[in-house]
């Protein structure tokens, strides 16, 4: 049974600097992508950033600079470094995981962490 538990979320000042954490059991962060998503208030849900089996990374425009994602292959964790954060990046964060089923992928998700950011 695969589980994917975040924390590391809080409230900050502009500015300022979260690490977020997802730690999965039941899967290894190298079976196959990992994504960080978003979600705020009365908005639909966005994808953050992206890391591939071997490591790759893709982010989002609105991240760029700012978000980095990596993972602990020993420990099964996947991180999100978040830096110089605004106002706008107040969300719930949730990390995924997929897993290749020959053609298709099963997908899997957190629970999600809470991040508040205020001017």
């Known amino acids: 049974q695969v589980q994917l538990v975040e924390s590391g979320g809080g409230s900050v000042q502009a500015g300022g600097s979260l690490r977020l954490s997802c730690v999965a059991s039941?899967?290894?962060?190298?079976?196959?992508?990992m994504d960080w998503s978003r979600q705020a208030p009365g908005k639909e849900r966005e994808g953050v950033g992206t890391?591939?089996?071997?490591?790759?990374?893709r982010y989002a425009e609105f991240v760029k600079g700012r978000f980095t994602t990596s993972k602990d292959n020993a420990n099964d964790i996947l991180y999100l470094q978040m830096n110089n954060l605004e106002p706008e990046d107040t969300a719930i964060y949730y990390c995924?995981?997929?897993?290749?089923?020959?053609?298709?992928?099963?997908?899997?998700w957190g629970q999600g962490t809470q991040v508040t950011v205020s001017s």
């Open positions: 039941g899967y290894t962060v190298t079976t196959g992508c």
């Open positions: 890391i591939d089996s071997d490591g790759a990374t």
């Open positions: 995924a995981a997929w897993s290749p089923q020959g053609t298709s992928e099963l997908g899997y």
